[in-house]
């Protein structure tokens, strides 16, 4: 396992080059002077723009300037914004706001979409599976963006069961109602993922021979039968990890939350560039170790499961 774990890591290594590598050319693409974009509709002062250019190497090529900042990473340093502030500072302010909602969504998708995906299984045809699959369809269909508006406005507005938006209450209760928009889709698909994974475990042949042996019912669906059936829902809930935290940025912009989503949006808007790239490679480097971590999950779940 440990030579298993060691090989992962390297391979991530071009992994992470790759996705920066992409992501700065993008960024480098974006038209606009972003020293001027600090100036805002005035005009910025030549003198001071060329001396910020040069400390900023943005005279220099896209691959030099990938160059300085692929060699900062490697060291620990995401670099600086262009008005001198740490982009770890950042960070470190606005991560937490993140990861609250993340994990909020994550645990919301992970309960109530399995919860509800054994449930539909176990009564397939009946009324329950039918309203399970008709609610699921509904919550794929809907934008995040529509749905987070209209939830925003009756439970928060008219009701007031849930706070409209900030921080203000603390966690979990400012982040329920976030969560559960960012929850929505990803949940919907766990519910269907569950209960195809379920149904297929209930058909298996040890399935029946544990029932044959005379084993409780809720012991063979809960020990036997839905074991196996979270293989593939765990390898999808370590993947919508990395992409709850990058799905942050609309329901962070709707819940006016000071979260590293709300962070990139108004950097892409800036042009702020190691803003956006340091957000990015911090997301990147989460996705890669969810992934990391579902991998070696595997073997808990499946003992026929093993690495070299």
Known sequence: ????????????????????????????ALHGD??????????????????????????????????YYIKGVFTGDLGTTYTGRPISEIVSQRFPV?????????????????????????????????????????????????LGNV????????????PVAGTDDGWPTSFILPGLVLASTSMAYITRLTRASMMESIRADYV???????LPYRRVIGLHALRNSLIPVVTFLGM????????????????????IGQQLAQSVYLRERPVVVGIVTLLVLIYLVANLVVDVLYAVLDPRIRYE
Request: without cysteine; hydrophobic residues 55%; aromatic residues 8%.
């Open 1 to 28: 396992m440990g030579r298993y774990v060691a090989r992962r890591i390297l391979q991530a290594i071009p992994v992470l080059i790759g996705v920066t590598l992409i992501i700065y050319v993008l960024v480098f």
């Open 34 to 67: 972003p020293i001027q974009a600090l100036a805002g509709e005035k005009r910025a002062d030549p003198n001071i723009a060329a001396i910020l250019r040069e400390q900023y190497h943005l005279n220099d090529p896209w691959y030099v300037q990938y160059w």
């Open 98 to 146: 993140t990861a609250q909602l993340a994990i909020t969504a994550f645990v919301i998708e992970a309960v109530i979409g399995i919860l509800a995906g054994v449930l539909s299984a176990l009564r397939k045809g009946k009324f329950l599976d039918q309203l399970v699959l008709v609610s699921t369809l509904l919550l794929i269909s809907i934008p995040v963006f529509v």
């Open 151 to 162: 939830l925003q406005l009756e439970l928060g507005v008219n009701l007031g069961i849930v």
């Open 208 to 214: 029946r021979t544990a029932v044959a042996k005379g």
């Open 240 to 259: 919508d990890l990395g992409a709850l935290m990058g799905g942050a940025i609309i329901t962070e912009r709707i819940f006016n939350l000071p979260g």
